[in-house]
């Protein structure tokens, strides 16, 4: 049920390793080939994430999310595979504007942001153990006060993944990010840990909630029923003017996990959590305000076929 991808060893590269992991699905793809590798070629995810209204400097801003993805892999032989993914994530941003400030002025400023991302992962399994991945990834986004032809990014991901006898596993790569504005390469490490015949230690993950850099510490309850608890990062950033303004929200998130799974194919992952530590900043007049500590929750549906 759990998903992840990795987390950095560095705690002052961290923000660094949480943006360029965002443009690369396809590293999350391989490795759940390593640890499933007879699992169903095709997986379609759909998240639906909502926050409590946060004051943001002098304003207050609710959010929703709706987040869907679609992923394939495809064995071309006992060694080589290859992957793909498409996704759209549709992100609203309700405010209540008390004071105008620069990172959102009047009620015709940005309020919708669209992200389309699309990538493919190319993976080879020297022997039982290792596995070696190149992922790039291609993405665009942008609030409707900007064009989508000035919001590209696009990375690449090397990496190598080790399984144990035990099944234990831990990869270390590079990922190297053309963001909007920004280049970045930043080296981590990926991590799933199974303790005992119940507990599992691993990068959380799962779309749309969490984020691309944590640990979650997971129960099986039962064969189709699973618990799970932990904390990660949340990054996100997109343009909102086509002179290359941005703005970038991070912020962290604990939270609590319970997870369903209805049939062979079908997995549902409820959420509860709670948003801390989180900032907006404008890239161009360069202006950061805090965002209020608030609850969240989501709803994670994935079919695979």
């Known amino acids: 049920m759990t998903s992840y991808k990795a987390f950095i060893v560095k705690p002052n590269a961290l923000s660094l390793m949480i943006k360029s992991l965002l443009l690369v699905p396809g590293l999350l793809l391989s490795q759940q080939a390593l640890a499933a590798p007879d699992r169903s070629p095709f997986s379609l995810t759909v998240a639906r994430t909502s926050a409590a209204t946060a004051d943001v400097g002098a304003n207050e801003l609710q959010r929703d999310a709706w987040k869907t993805s679609f992923s394939a892999s495809m064995p071309l032989n006992r060694q080589w595979s290859l992957g793909a993914n498409v996704g759209y994530d549709n992100l609203d941003y309700d405010w209540r504007i008390n004071q105008a400030t620069p990172l959102r002025s009047n009620e015709q400023d940005w309020s919708t942001v669209h992200q389309y991302s699309a990538g493919l992962s190319l993976t080879y399994r020297l022997d039982n153990h290792w596995m070696f991945l190149v992922a790039p990834q291609l993405k665009y986004a942008y609030a409707d006060t900007a064009s989508s032809s000035n919001a590209q990014s696009y990375g690449v991901v090397a990496s190598s993944m080790y399984r144990f006898e035990s099944g234990n596993m831990l990869g270390f790569g590079v990922a190297y990010l053309n963001d909007i504005s920004e280049v970045r390469t930043v080296p981590y490490l990926a991590v799933r840990w199974q303790i005992n015949d119940k507990l599992v230690l691993a990068n959380p993950f799962q779309a749309g909630f969490s984020g691309p850099a944590g640990l979650e510490l997971s129960y099986q309850y039962r064969p189709d029923i699973d618990f799970g608890i932990g904390s990660s990062k949340r990054t996100e950033r997109f343009l909102v003017a086509d002179d290359d303004q941005t703005i970038e929200i991070d912020e962290w998130v604990g939270f609590v996990r319970a997870g369903w799974k209805a049939t062979d194919n079908v997995s ?38």
């Open 268 to 305: 549902v992952n409820a959420y509860a959590g709670y948003y801390f530590g989180g900032e907006m900043e404008l890239s161009e007049p360069k202006v950061t305000e805090d965002i209020e500590d608030q609850a969240a929750f989501g709803l994670v549906f994935k079919l695979t076929f």
